[in-house]
């Protein structure tokens, strides 16, 4: 095996299958024509040119990658690469999101103290850091099947047809995602500050009153086990109101503001679920019913209402989920932030 | 030295956008790889064999060239390519393409 044998089959080490027997004859006939201009006279060559011709044509390796660019040598390629990265992005902060819900509800179950709520701590980072592996693996081997198969065309075709259809008069109706929502701020505010007025000057407002006999009796809605919570919900309160008012302010979400917004969500949503899994907090119970007199549907008021906690609980975490991930997915969204300061 | 480097990957730049052209318009007759090399090269287009045969085989792939390997005059065996007539449409919509940008850049510069 002389120099240029070996050459060719180290350039073809480094070859797609497909092609290779077809791409090393045409190396060899090339490199053979360079050598015949080079040589003096018929005889063969001598090794001190071969090698120099070989130093010239180039190592095996970089010879090879200039044919491989044609082939698949990339797991996602450049048509499919802007899909793929949005894709990531909404597929993590979904993923990130109900890591934080699930951390929230694991939390409301250990409280906020205590080795317990360390190794949820814990247990959840390494959950998260999981699986947010795992979704980008199954995420890039999806994508890598998508773009060895016709899938990648249909795409292609789609993306240049939305291109083709595409009207400038798309952007009168689209809502600038980064203006806040007065209005829901404002109701934040009103509701905040009434809540923690009734509960902390006028709990009694809170409470059911019935005309019994000629006699008006009452009985609270709420009882003590709800009101140990007092100073954690006036904290929440104060926070949200605070929160509001300074986004007010602002008029425009920025990622710091957003990613406060996410905390003082879920710290909300950890206080609720904290309440409602505390037994007792609702006052209408059986014996309850009774006292005013209500007797006759009473067994079946008093179940329904022990029901209520475990509904509250369900909408608030999927309220929260909601809009944890939607304020995510703006969040990594992949919009780039501006080199110089927006004025809205 | 910066600046040269800069100007060497403009320039690298510019003639992989015109190597297309200039290698369709070599191939009226046919030729092989090395010798389109020298022809190209005689011309003053100078380049390099590791572009050149990737390129003639994406020309092919797209159906502008046709190419087979042949033993011509007892020599080795070799692949001749030639431009097919999808091929030699599409050179004349270059040519026009290519007249028309070439005017005027002739007149942004002058």
Redesign the interface.
Known sequence: MNLIDKYIAEVGRHLPRKNRADIEAEIRSTLEDMLDERKQGDGPANEAIVMQLLKEYGSPREVAATYGTQQHQYLIGPRLFPIFERVVRIVLAIVTGASLIGLGVGLAETGLTGPEFVSTLGEWAGGLFSGLIAAFGNIVLVFAIIERTQAAKEFEKEFAKESKDWDPKELKSEPDPDRIDMADHIATIIFSVLGLIVLNLYPNLLSIRFLSDGTWSTFPVLTKAFFRFLPWINVMGLLQIVFSGFMLGQRVWTSTTRIVGILVDIAGMILAVSILRTPGVFGITLGALNSIGITDDAQDLSRLFSYLPTLILVIVVIATSVKVIKTLLRLFGGKSSSPYPVIK | MENDELVQNILLELRRGVLSIAVLSQLSKEE????LLKALSDKGMEID???L??LL??LE?QGLLQSD?RIVDEA????YYIISPQGRTVLTKLKREWSTMAETLKQMLS
Do not use: C
């Not at chain 2, 092989?32 to 010798?35: C, H, I, L």
């Not at chain 2, 080795?76 to 692949?79: A, G, I, L, Q, S």
């Open positions: 092989y790889g090395y010798s064999q590791s572009t045969y990737p085989r994406r792939s390997w080795r065996p070799r692949r």
